[in-house]
């Protein structure tokens, strides 16, 4: 822009005035376009358009979460929610926020464990199993009497924000 004004300024097309309110206005439109990056930014985090997806599926009905032993609701059973967070099933909910990204033009590229790992690096999960002999992001929880391998997240992670 500098050097632009400074042409512009050498060839006399504007002069200092008009220079001036040529820079200033530049200005106010980069630090725009830099405050709507976040938000650009925001939506090209895999974890949160994974986040997003899957609340667009609860509250379109494509999908459901509950309680144990509650009545399921409709669509693709994703998992539970306990009083010590929310429990998915990963590969399900992966393939059901794939589905729902794609039918939109904008696929979520990535694989279960890539997205597993983000949501570890994100704070997202309330337990893991990276502790054990045999590590894995996923745990093993007792849920209606069988034992389900799931994602253990935070209660928020499906809270509409």
Not at 49 to 75: D, F, M, Q, T
Not at 103 to 128: C, D, I, Y
Not at 130 to 154: F, M, N, Q
């Amino acid at each position: 822009l500098e050097q632009w004004m400074s042409f512009a300024r050498e060839i006399e097309a504007v002069d200092e005035d008009q220079a001036a309110a040529l820079e200033e206005r530049a200005g106010v439109a980069v630090m725009a376009a830099i405050s709507d990056q976040a938000q650009y930014l925001e939506s090209a985090d895999p974890v949160e358009r994974y986040r997003n997806l899957l609340r667009e599926a609860i509250s379109s009905g494509k999908a459901h979460v509950c309680a144990p032993g509650e009545e399921p609701g409709p669509g693709t059973h994703l998992g539970w929610t306990f009083p010590d967070g929310t429990y998915l099933y990963p590969d399900v909910s992966l393939s059901l926020a794939k589905h729902m990204a794609e039918a939109v033009g904008n696929p979520l590229p990535f694989s279960g464990q890539t997205m597993n790992k983000r949501l570890s690096e994100g704070g997202w999960l309330v337990a893991t199993n990276l502790d054990k002999k045999r590590k894995s992001i996923p745990v093993r929880k007792r849920v209606e009497g069988r034992t389900e391998t799931v994602l253990h997240l935070k209660s928020e992670f499906l809270e509409q924000g």
